[in-house]
């Protein structure tokens, strides 16, 4: 387990730590368009935000309103932090959460670029968050849940429940399995942080959160092209997170897998009950 979580900070650390060429840095942009994020959206964001590692852009569909706390799990470079930040003003918060200290880093650099003193960071794991309960009125996370390992993922739901007020809301988007994935796909730790093989299946996902106490759940497959990832200049490289300390030799090739086949980008939403 401890292994998995190392893996994944490790190649992610990496990835805040890489400097993009301007073609690569089109091509993280049109990654992020064809998931969800506006031109407008995508300029108005300090150099290396966008990192292109989108599964879907939560914070359109999370219906944000002015004064909210706003907190991002899993919140990389910032991306939706920042996007986030603008729509509740200065009399809210926009709150990421990071468990990789060279993200916690790049985006706190991209805040201070960015001029909005409304937003914030923490470096700590999503499964243990320290806020206070009942203290966030929107959670949102982008392609970052699958990454749990399944023995935890049902914590992360439950904190999710902790943060929320009565009434409150999360709006997600992740990347869920279609079918049951083959050993081949679930044992490749390159398509693990790649975000394919830790995705859980559809009802699976919808029983965390009813056991969570949600209610009003919806879990609603986008068609996007999941494909485009293997155009990322930062997951072409989640091979090189794999050494032989901390994983086995990849056993699939990626190139050859159509992602669209095993899963896909899902909006996830729910409702805390208010009572």
Same mark, same amino acid.
């Given at each position: 387990?401890?292994?998995?979580?190392?893996?994944?900070?490790?190649?992610?650390?990496?990835?805040?730590?890489?400097?993009?060429?301007?073609?690569?840095?089109?091509?993280?942009k049109n990654i992020?368009?064809?998931?969800?994020?506006?031109?407008?959206?995508?300029?108005?964001?300090?150099?290396?935000?966008?990192?292109?590692?989108?599964?879907?852009? #939560?914070?359109?569909?999370?219906?944000?309103?002015?004064? +909210?706390?706003?907190?991002? *799990?899993?919140? =990389? !470079?910032?991306?939706? /932090?920042?996007?986030?930040?603008?729509?509740?003003?200065?009399?809210?918060?926009?709150?990421?959460?990071?468990?990789?200290?060279?993200?916690?880093?790049?985006?706190?650099?991209?805040?201070?670029?960015?001029?909005?003193?409304?937003?914030?960071?923490?470096?700590?794991?999503?499964?243990?968050?320290?806020?206070p309960d009942s203290?966030?009125?929107?959670?949102?996370?982008?392609?970052?849940?699958?990454?749990? #390992?399944?023995?935890?993922?049902?914590?992360?739901?439950? +904190?999710?429940?902790?943060? *929320?007020?009565? =009434? !409150?809301?999360?709006? /997600?988007?992740?990347?869920?399995?279609?079918?049951?994935?083959?050993?081949?796909?679930?044992?490749?730790?390159?398509?693990?942080?790649?975000?394919?093989?830790?995705?859980?299946?559809?009802?699976?996902?919808?029983?965390?959160?009813?056991?969570?106490?949600?209610q009003d759940i919806?879990?609603?497959?986008?068609?996007?092209?999941?494909?485009?990832?293997?155009?990322?200049?930062?997951?072409?490289?989640?091979?090189?997170?794999?050494?032989?300390?901390?994983?086995?030799?990849?056993?699939?090739?990626?190139?050859?897998?159509?992602?669209?086949?095993?899963?896909?980008?899902?909006?996830?939403?729910?409702?805390?009950?208010?009572?």
């Amino acid at each position: 387990m401890a292994d998995t979580y190392q893996l994944v900070q490790s190649c992610y650390g990496d990835i805040a730590k890489k400097t993009a060429t301007s073609l690569e840095q089109n091509g993280e942009k049109n990654i992020a368009m064809a998931f969800g994020y506006s031109e407008e959206d995508l300029l108005s964001l300090p150099e290396k935000t966008n990192l292109g590692l989108s599964c879907g852009n #939560p914070v359109a569909y999370a219906n944000v309103k002015e004064g +909210e706390t706003i907190v991002d *799990l899993g919140s =990389g !470079g910032g991306i939706d /932090v920042f996007l986030a930040a603008r729509k509740v003003g200065p009399r809210g918060k926009a709150i990421g959460i990071d468990m990789t200290k060279d993200m916690i880093d790049l985006a706190t650099k991209n805040a201070k670029a960015s001029g909005l003193s409304n937003t914030s960071f923490i470096e700590a794991s999503i499964t243990s968050i320290p806020l206070p309960d009942s203290s966030v009125d929107c959670i949102i996370s982008n392609c970052v849940i699958n990454l749990v #390992p399944a023995k935890d993922k049902g914590l992360v739901f439950h +904190e999710i429940a902790r943060l *929320l007020k009565p =009434g !409150g809301r999360l709006a /997600v988007s992740d990347i869920l399995a279609r079918k049951e994935l083959p050993k081949s796909i679930v044992d490749d730790m390159a398509l693990y942080v790649g975000c394919i093989a830790g995705a859980s299946q559809v009802a699976e996902y919808e029983e965390y959160l009813r056991q969570a106490g949600f209610q009003d759940i919806l879990l609603v497959d986008t068609k996007a092209n999941l494909n485009l990832y293997k155009e990322s200049s930062y997951l072409q490289t989640s091979t090189s997170c794999c050494t032989p300390s901390s994983c086995s030799k990849p056993k699939t090739e990626s190139a050859n897998i159509d992602y669209n086949e095993w899963a896909g980008s899902f909006q996830i939403y729910a409702i805390k009950p208010s009572v």
